[in-house]
């Protein structure tokens, strides 16, 4: 694993291979590249998470924060690079895999929840409909099931339960998140992604949507990555944070680390800039 | 005596890009704490006593020299260990206390004191029956253990915040100031609780503003003095 922390103007000492963690990284990726055209979105961006960890994942606008996401949702392929997830029955390259397995992977073992709800939910369905989908897709037949698993998933993203059969288009901002929540959750993926999930929502709201995913990372330790232009957000959620800008990572450390000493020129213009 | 922790020509100065200055805070630190030691860090304000508690936490990256860490596995460099190694000893073994409570929208004052339990795998119930111990102990009254600590005073949310960060007992607990603006029962209680600790065996270096708080703790002083530091003096 090559430190990104002596890329730019640092000179801090380069960090060691972990030892004391000897769980193995449950997410790697290695030499992501990505062009669009002329426009390159990613230049050899490598990251790992740690079963458990949150890393959260900061630049502006045109960072390549999102694409990284994605790509680690399969939701596109990068021109080269390597992905993999430390799961029972997954090995090699994610990149290489098919659509069909990549959809069954990403309905069964990946979570994901977007800025734009009408992204990640069905809007005219009902809200416990589209947690069911996901759990149809995994092969779950009993409606009785289906209901049932539907709302403990609701349940746990503190979904208020006498809407589930409400139509996300009839919900607020904040409800529709949580029903996306509630979708990424219901299969208890070894992964969740969160793009931009408070981007939008009134502040009181924002709060709300945060401590309850806190509440899920805290009871069942879920490995999640969470990208945000927000640094308040990316504060409060993130154990690790990796800076990105232009494709690039320019930074990664410790969470209050990269807050209250950056080591890089960006970093310390993003830090200081934040209110 | 076990050794915990030997520092070697610490050196922490900040890179300023946007005034492309450099800001020196300490250079050449040098000294060892053994288990069960108290140190207590001195010198006038801005001298830098809470970046070197700061940069053996980790929140600062150290520029040069060594901080090794005697773990059960072996010793591990801190100045130079990979951020999940850090964050691993964090939840485990070392501890930092400050006078600020991070409070969180909707998490009570019981839940935010029990987290630290519940982290290292203790069963919630158990959890919860400790943490309103601790609450009591430092003098938060009832009332307000499942309230959102958000909306306490300063005082009120300090006693918390010591509560969760005494909780859970580490090998290592570095102390930034934790008795400013407590009222005199909770200041008590801390002493206690710092002098069980250090019972135990916990290694603690500190920096406080009244020294005479916790007279009765101190084996040992460094006097930090601007850019430099004398030999660490033993009482």
């Not at chain 1, 790697?28 to 230049?43: C, F, I, W």
């Not at chain 1, 961006?45 to 606008?61: C, D, F, H, M, R």
């Not at chain 2, 001298?47 to 040069?64: D, F, H, I, N, Q």
Request: glycine residues 8%.
């Amino acid at each position: 694993m090559v430190s990104e922390r002596t890329v730019g103007m640092t000179q801090a000492l380069s960090l060691l291979p972990p030892q004391l963690m000897t769980t193995p990284p449950l997410l790697t990726m290695t030499g992501v590249s990505r062009r669009y055209g002329d426009v390159v979105a990613l230049h050899d961006v490598s990251a790992v998470v740690y079963p458990g960890e949150v890393l959260g994942i900061v630049g502006e606008s045109g960072s390549g924060k999102s694409t990284l996401l994605r790509m680690m949702n399969l939701e596109d392929t990068p021109d080269t690079g390597d992905y993999r997830l430390a799961l029972p029955d997954l090995a090699g390259n994610l990149f290489g895999l098919d659509r069909f397995a990549r959809r069954m992977l990403c309905a069964t073992r990946i979570g994901i929840v977007y800025q734009n709800p009408h992204q990640g939910l069905l809007m005219q369905h009902t809200s416990s409909g589209n947690v069911a989908e996901r759990l149809l897709i995994a092969g779950e037949r009993s409606f009785a099931n289906l209901r049932a698993r539907g709302r403990t998933a609701l349940e746990a993203s503190e979904f208020p339960l006498d809407r589930m059969d409400a139509r996300p288009i009839e919900l607020s901002g904040g409800m529709q998140q949580r029903v996306q929540l509630a979708k990424a959750i219901a299969l208890e993926p070894a992964l969740l992604l969160l793009d931009e999930p408070t981007t939008g929502l009134d502040v009181s709201v924002q709060a709300l949507v945060l401590d309850t995913l806190k509440r899920l990372q805290r009871d069942r330790a879920i490995t999640m990555v969470i990208v945000s232009h927000d640094l308040g957000v990316i504060r409060t959620m993130a154990d690790r944070v990796m800076v990105m800008r232009r494709g690039r990572v320019v930074e990664q450390g410790l969470s209050d680390q990269i807050f209250q000493d950056p080591q890089h020129d960006y970093t310390q213009q993003l830090v200081h800039a934040k209110l | 005596m076990t050794p915990v922790l030997e520092v070697q020509n610490l050196c922490k100065h900040f890179e300023m890009h946007h005034l492309g200055q450099r800001l020196m805070a300490f250079d050449g630190i040098s000294f060892a704490l053994n288990a069960g030691e108290f140190l207590l860090l001195r010198g006038p304000n801005g001298v830098g006593k809470s970046t070197l508690l700061r940069t053996l936490y980790r929140s600062y990256l150290p520029r040069a020299g060594h901080i090794w860490y005697h773990t059960t596995e072996g010793r591990i460099d801190l100045a130079r260990a990979a951020d999940v190694d850090i964050a691993l000893l964090r939840r485990r073994e070392i501890g930092f206390v400050t006078q600020f409570l991070i409070a969180r929208p909707r998490v009570a004052a019981e839940d935010i004191v029990a987290e630290p339990l519940r982290r290292a795998g203790v069963a919630a119930g158990d959890a919860l029956k400790e943490a309103r111990r601790w609450l009591d102990e430092f003098g938060v009254k009832r009332d307000l253990w499942r309230a959102y600590p958000t909306t306490f005073s300063g005082g009120e949310q300090q006693k918390v915040n010591l509560a969760r960060a005494l909780i859970l007992p580490q090998r290592l607990l570095l102390l930034d100031e934790p008795t400013a603006s407590l009222d005199v029962g909770a200041r008590a209680a801390l002493v206690r609780r710092l002098s069980d600790l250090k019972a135990q065996g916990v290694a603690m270096i500190g920096v406080f503003h009244h020294p005479g708080d916790v007279a009765s703790l101190i084996d040992r002083e460094i006097e930090l003095t601007a850019n430099e530091v004398s030999e660490d003096v033993a009482l």
